[in-house]
Nanobody, 127 residues
Framework: VQLQASGGGLAQPGGSLRLSCAAS????????IGWFRQAPGKEREAVSC????????LYADSVKGRFTISRDNVKSMVYLQMNSLKPEDTAVYYC?????????????????????WGQGTLVTVSS
């Protein structure tokens, strides 16, 4: 039973990356999924969350308009398309079966929540 994040790497400011979160050993369809990140010396924070089916998606203010979360329940995958990357987006990114702060009203994300975390994938934004 696990989640695995991938797709990180080095990007230039203004560039793009797409992160993937693969689920195995459980039925992803039922679960809410959140993308979190942790920069060096900072606390882990949620950047985007998606409900299990037709519920809302939410974004942290710091990534609104730049990041897009999506899911493919048939493939048991969740994605985070990151555009217009900034150096401050540099962090280890994780996917999890939950949402959280600093996203406003994160409690409205629909689906089952638990405390499953994938191993992180490092995103470095630098010229």
């Amino acid at each position: 039973v696990q989640l695995q994040a991938s797709g990180g790497g080095l990007a230039q400011p203004g560039g793009s990356l797409r992160l993937s979160c693969a689920a195995s050993g459980f039925t992803l369809d039922y679960y809410a999924i959140g993308w979190f990140r942790q920069a060096p010396g900072k606390e882990r924070e949620a950047v985007s969350c998606i409900s299990n089916s037709d519920g809302p998606t939410l974004y942290a203010d710091s990534v609104k308009g730049r990041f897009t979360i999506s899911r493919d329940n048939v493939k048991s995958m969740v994605y985070l398309q990151m555009n217009s990357l900034k150096p401050e987006d540099t962090a280890v990114y994780y996917c999890a079966t939950k949402c959280g702060p600093p996203i406003s009203n994160y409690q409205i994300i629909r689906g089952r929540w638990s405390d499953r975390w994938g191993q992180g994938t490092l995103v470095t934004v630098s010229s």
